[in-house]
């Protein structure tokens, strides 16, 4: 399935915290802007010239004033929205920490950071979630690697949707230089079309 010729990009990060002796993982109720009221991982847009890595980690040391020294990564997801012409790029990654030995996350003026164990993910804040994170957010949580995209109608229907796990003998040449990917635009052209079910990049 090839998608995304000539449309523009808007490149973004999403991090989730995760404390494995405890089951449990941070999130912020955002308090403003796109995606106000709702639980999500810490993140927002690449700054030009920013690796993926580097914009995920600045974000979540804005967002909650945690500092982390890396993450990994953890999935690719697009998301297209009926009727508009720019996409939605999505690099989701990984941290994991233990609570007692982090500083305490603290409110910023854009998120509210809230601990919530997944032993149980009926334990999650779906109702207060995009309705995509209940599709994927579980593959994040059991330490999964994947690809993805989403189809909406509006912000509250999903039309359709692909989720593919990324094989293991590729996972970590993947995971890496998705990770050093770096923008040179916020809102970028992208100059190749991109196979979703493979991950394979053809020239155009």
């Known amino acids: 399935m090839l998608l995304y010729l000539d449309r523009p990009i808007k490149h973004l990060t999403l991090l989730f ?20 009221n709702k639980f999500n991982g810490f993140g ?17 040391e804005e967002e909650s004033g ?12 697009y998301f297209e929205f009926e009727g508009k012409d720019e996409l939605m790029s999505v690099h989701i990654l990984r941290a994991f920490t233990n609570i007692n030995e982090i500083t305490e996350a603290k ?3 854009e998120m509210r950071p809230v601990w ?30 994947f690809r993805a995209h989403f189809l909406f ?3 509250d229907q999903i039309i359709s949707h692909i989720i ?21 635009e916020r809102d970028a052209l992208p100059q190749k079309s991109i196979d979703i079910d493979f991950g394979i990049k053809k020239e155009i």
């Open 107 to 109: 409110e910023s003026e």
């Open 44 to 60: 927002g847009k690449l700054e030009p010239g920013e690796s993926v890595l580097e914009g995920a980690l600045r974000e979540m």
């Open 164 to 184: 593919k796990e990324v094989e293991s003998c590729l996972e970590e040449e993947w995971c890496k230089e998705q990770l050093s990917l770096i923008t040179l």
């Open 153 to 155: 109608r509006g912000h």
């Open 66 to 77: 945690i500092k982390l020294q890396t993450a990994s990564y953890a999935a690719h997801v």
């Open 17 to 36: 915290l995760i404390d494995q002796s405890t089951s449990k993982v941070l999130l912020g109720l955002k308090k403003r802007g796109f995606g106000v």
């Open 116 to 145: 919530f164990s997944f032993l149980d993910t009926k334990q999650l804040p779906w109702n207060e979630m995009w309705i995509d994170d209940f599709y994927w957010l579980p593959y994040v949580l059991q330490g999964k690697v």
